[in-house]
């Protein structure tokens, strides 16, 4: 026989309607998965209360805008239906010949899926949740008015609790999938995942699936990528750059060198001749021949 979850006796009542607004709004901020509980507690109470409960009826939990990722619902039972037939519930399977410690007559059992939100209020380090976390708390129900209400945990006398995941896992050695049970003191318990999508559990709890975080080697390799694409391209572009200014320069050039041929061409071609070892441009005709001052004859 498996007894677990012995801690777990305090007043539910108590609990729940007196120090849950003090711990919601301490972990509002900073993701605190106690707190974030026993809200959820409140909101499964207040379900029961506000309508007439029957047994063997799951009720769904409305929650508050930011948390509509969650899904949250609790059901009511006997007591004596739990040893007799067991229970299927939302993702838990509890097999037939469990019973309440302590023992009471009805069993108000609040089923809770964190969604998207897992990972924030579950944090592992050097693991990745691949599954949402599930999880599921029963409190005594016999009279829902009672401030006296117990947190009972279960005892089996055959199987244990089965958890069973949305997905497709298949466990393998080298995907390194892991069932992750988180304990309400911050302890994190791993086990192997030997049947797909199940994890066996002793007690009330979370649970998720998990598997190794990548190592962060490969997201440095991946930036040293990028930066190698993004440097050859700036190192491509200047020399681009490069190419088209020697072009222009070299067409400036041409154009001068063109310009300054088709000046010599409309200009006056002179003669020349050679005087020592230079040659230098002469006229062959004088337009004005001069006049000279003691020539002129009247």
Request: aromatic share 12%.
């Amino acid at each position: 026989m498996v007894m677990m979850g012995s801690r777990r006796r305090w007043s539910c009542f108590w609990l729940i309607f007196f120090l849950s607004p003090l711990l919601f709004v301490e972990g509002l901020n900073d993701y605190d998965p106690k707190s974030l509980h026993v809200f959820l507690l409140q909101q499964a109470w207040k379900t029961l209360q506000a309508r007439p409960s029957y047994t063997g009826r799951l009720y769904r939990v409305h929650l508050p805008a930011n948390f509509s990722a969650m899904e949250v619902s609790v059901f009511r039972l006997r007591s004596k239906s739990l040893w007799a037939k067991g229970l299927n519930f939302s993702s838990f399977h509890i097999p037939p010949g469990s019973f309440a410690v302590p023992h009471v007559k009805r069993l108000a059992i609040v089923y809770e899926n964190l969604g998207n939100l897992s990972s924030d209020y579950y944090k592992l380090p050097g693991f990745s949740h691949v599954s949402p976390v599930l999880g599921f708390m029963a409190c005594d129900a016999t009279n829902l008015s009672s401030p006296g209400n117990l947190s009972v945990s279960f005892s089996f006398l055959k199987e244990p609790i089965s958890v069973h995941f949305p997905g497709k896992f298949v466990p393998r050695e080298e995907n390194g999938i892991k069932c992750v049970t988180f304990g309400d003191d911050g302890s994190v318990h791993f086990s192997n995942m030997n049947t797909p999508n199940v994890c066996f559990v002793h007690g009330q709890g979370h649970f998720s699936v998990v598997v190794p975080a990548a190592p962060p080697e490969r997201k440095q390799r991946w930036w040293w990528k990028w930066w190698a694409v993004g440097f050859g391209g700036g190192f491509a572009g200047l020399v681009m750059v490069g190419v088209a200014v020697l072009a222009m320069v070299k067409i400036v050039k041409k154009k001068k060198v063109e310009e300054m041929e088709r000046e010599s061409e409309n200009s006056e071609a002179l003669n020349s001749i050679l005087i020592g070892i230079s040659r230098v441009p002469t006229a062959t005709l004088i337009r004005t021949p001069p006049v000279l001052e003691n020539a002129y004859v009247p």
